[in-house]
């Protein structure tokens, strides 16, 4: 590749851009920025108001090779463009023609939109607190239009006039995202009158997860989905299974002994061992049958869910169960006290067999865990024994994969090489998507030039491990959306030289777009007491950024501030569905199963508790108050020092605070965002402090971080209530 770069002159001549090259230079189109504006024949679609196309070149003159983007300026119909509506993420073409639609009432549809603005009404209702009916002709009409193909099968296209909203798309899927623009718009005061053409510029707009590590429940997933289609992101890939990171502080007793680490698997298996044992989570996991209708539910609201089971590493929720197959008395060449236990020895043929039997089992029959279409993730990432079987085994697995689906992997290629190294088979790379995210594990331009479909995942700008800090950093609690939005772009990849970055051609195929993760490294002997709203707290904080960076036309926005004040102006104005919760008065309890329904569950974080009571007996573990959990325990109860404290999602949290039998106490629980306080008078406060349990086992201990929710499901207990009198429950 040269830095040698030709004169490339680009013009519009009856509707199709035309180019010439500096003598001796041949180029070739390689696409544009947006197919929408330029498409791959380099026909024109001409846009409402001017807009500016990048072009991308391969070049060649004798041995010479080089890429290029060219700007081009496009000609709208309507001039010079305005500022656009506040819409997360920005439309792509807007022009305004002054004025406002205020007020919808009804809407109507195609008939093979139905589904779609069915939908549409129910958010609207969840959003806004009002309904709208169906009419003949409605203020919002959805309706197919072939015409506007060029838009792809998300664009959609919206009018607004006096007579009310009109959506045209060529797609379902174009219909359900200006389902999004509407209710976003109409929470503003309306929507204004003009014409809006709107369409992404990356096909994978992305979200990980790591459930792997610690348990996250449906209703969490289902809840980010929400999340991710009101920003048209579509992709939520979700690492199902993985391991406590440290396996050296268990590696006293042997290899054997590092199985006791945490580990988890959270999808129902039908592998089992000789006794009987399979590989799916105990504390927590996912029905085939739940997961897969969660999968296509997702796809309905626009989001792929994208299952990674990572193999042949993290694996020790399969190595523990199936130990014949873990390597076995070797170390991490980069830990020399930490074994290599959770790898499976995929230099022997009958591991290899295990794992393909693994992904079997979700992938194939005529009704498939994972609905046909998926793209599953194999993971394939830091492996970190004999490189060449490593690579043997991509060749392998991923054309296996392939027979039935397409495949995704993380970035490991650079790295892992042996000498010399292993050749990866040309079916293994194509159409094969992976996650950029290390440079010196998965170098970008190299990875590029092999041929992969690329997601930019880059750990530098994309990665949270939730500690609690609020840091803004790679690897803590938060993204540094400053520095992100400012440096970051889905087509700039970062090489292992130097950690330098490089933009690859903007109009390039193989750059499918981007995804942001959330890792949770901090489990086990290193918890944080990192709950399921704080892991949700921080894929929101960085949501909207994402979408704006992938769906690529934030040209109003120039800081993330802007983002986030775009944003939260929207947000503010939804309806949060909140209830009122009325006090309750003179409760007995007798101990055992006694206990009131309230008719609610758990109160969200931020709720206040003022509780008075009086305790015929201080017994511990005995309950004041809780709630149904998925995993785990979820209450307000005595602790086994005789203290006030509570349970949830795997932790136990104490205040020191020693209850007393037949005394009237006032207490006031506070909950806040990684604190929860209680106090017990003007000026007496006691922080709760946490441990973290495993296999009947304290694992960590002091636990700062303790994100509570009211568990107002029940005062007293279906199994072992306080005996007393609860005079008086107030919530704020």
């Not at 296509?296 to 014949?324: C, N, Q, W, Y």
């Not at 295990?354 to 046909?372: A, M, S």
């Not at 949501?543 to 004040?565: H, L, P, Y």
């Not at 709630?627 to 209450?635: C, I, K, N, P, S």
């Amino acid at each position: 590749m040269t830095n040698n770069l030709p004169d490339i002159q680009l013009f519009i001549h009856n509707g199709i851009v035309d180019y010439s090259v500096s003598d001796g230079w041949s180029a070739e189109f390689m696409g544009a920025d947006f197919v929408q504006l330029v498409d791959d024949k380099l026909v024109v679609h001409t846009p409402l108001c001017d807009m500016i196309a990048t072009l991308s070149f391969k070049c060649k003159k004798g041995s010479e090779t080089a890429e290029k983007d060219c700007k081009i300026k496009i000609a709208g119909t309507y001039g010079a463009p305005g500022k656009k509506p506040n819409v997360i993420p920005e439309p792509a073409q807007w022009h305004a023609a002054g004025g406002n639609f205020s007020k919808i009432n009804s809407y109507s549809f195609d008939d093979e939109l139905k589904n779609t603005a069915d939908n549409f009404a129910d958010e609207y209702f969840r959003v806004t607190g009002k309904k709208l009916t169906p009419a003949d002709y409605g203020d919002v009409h959805f309706g197919l239009d072939s015409g506007l193909f060029y838009l792809g099968n998300e664009g959609y296209e919206i009018s607004c006039d006096d007579e009310g909203i009109k959506i045209g798309c060529s797609t379902e899927l174009g219909a359900v995202w200006a389902g999004k623009t509407v209710c976003q718009m109409m929470l503003q005061g309306g929507f204004p009158k003009g014409i809006m053409r709107d369409y992404p510029r990356y096909s994978v707009r992305g979200f990980m997860l790591d459930v792997g590590r610690r348990p996250v429940s449906l209703e969490m997933l289902e809840k980010i989905v929400e999340r991710m289609a009101w920003y048209k992101m579509n992709d939520f890939q979700i690492h199902l299974g993985d391991n406590y990171i440290w396996l050296e502080d268990y590696a006293d007793k042997g290899d054997e002994s590092t199985f006791d680490a945490y580990s988890a698997f959270r999808l129902e298996s039908s592998l089992k061992n000789k006794n009987g044992e399979t590989p799916t989570a105990k504390d927590y996991s996912y029905s085939k049958a739940e997961f897969n209708r969660f999968m296509k539910a997702s796809l309905k609201k626009g989001v792929r869910i994208t299952p990674e089971i990572d193999m042949p590493a993290h694996a020790l929720a399969f190595t523990k169960v199936f130990p014949e197959y873990a390597v076995m008395g070797k170390v991490s060449p980069l830990m020399n006290k930490r074994p290599l236990t959770d790898h499976i020895d995929i230099s022997r043929p009958e591991a290899v067999e295990f794992v393909k039997r693994i992904f079997d089992e979700y992938t194939l029959g005529d009704n498939p865990v994972f609905p046909k279409g998926t793209t599953v993730h194999i993971g394939a990432d830091e492996f970190l024994t004999d490189y060449g079987a490593y690579r043997r085994f991509i060749n392998e697995i991923v054309l296996h994969i392939k027979k039935t689906n397409k495949v995704r992997l993380w970035g490991s290629l650079t790295w892992i090489k042996d000498e010399p190294a292993t050749a990866i088979a040309e079916d293994a790379v194509k159409g094969v998507q992976m996650n950029l995210w290390s440079n010196t594990w998965a170098d970008g331009r190299e990875m590029y030039d092999m041929g992969y479909d690329l997601i930019n995942t880059i750990d530098h700008r994309l990665y949270i491990v939730p500690n609690g800090t609020k840091i803004r950093a790679p690897y803590m609690d938060f993204i540094n959306k400053r520095i992100a939005f400012r440096k970051f772009e889905p087509n700039r990849v970062r090489l292992k030289k130097k950690g330098k970055y490089i933009d690859l051609p903007a109009g390039n195929k193989q750059l499918l777009g981007a995804c942001y993760a959330i890792w949770q490294d901090n489990i086990d002997k290193r918890a944080k007491g990192i709950n399921e709203q704080d892991l949700y707290d921080r894929f929101d904080d960085s949501a909207a950024f994402m979408a704006e960076k992938t769906w690529g036309s934030c040209t109003d926005k120039r800081i993330s501030a802007q983002v986030d004040k775009a944003a939260n102006a929207v947000d503010r104005l939804m309806n949060k569905g909140m209830q009122n919760v009325k006090p309750l008065k003179n409760v007995v309890l007798k101990g055992g199963s006694s206990f009131v329904n309230t008719g609610f569950k758990n109160l969200e974080t931020g709720s206040r508790l003022s509780i008075t009571l009086s305790l015929d007996e201080v017994v511990p573990g005995q309950i004041i108050m809780e709630a149904d959990a998925l995993y785990g325990t979820y209450d307000i109860r005595i602790t086994e020092n005789s203290k006030l404290g509570f349970t949830a999602e795997g932790y136990d949290y104490e205040f020191d605070y020693t209850l007393v039998p037949n005394k009237k106490l006032k207490l006031t629980i506070d909950t806040k965002p990684l604190r929860t306080v209680l106090k017990t008078g003007l000026l007496t406060k006691k922080k709760a402090r946490g441990s973290f349990w495993h296999n009947g086992t304290v694992r960590c201990n002091n636990i700062k971080n303790s994100s509570f929710s009211i568990p107002y499901q029940r005062i007293g207990s279906k199994t072992n209530s306080i005996k007393g009198q609860i005079y008086a429950v107030h919530i704020e």
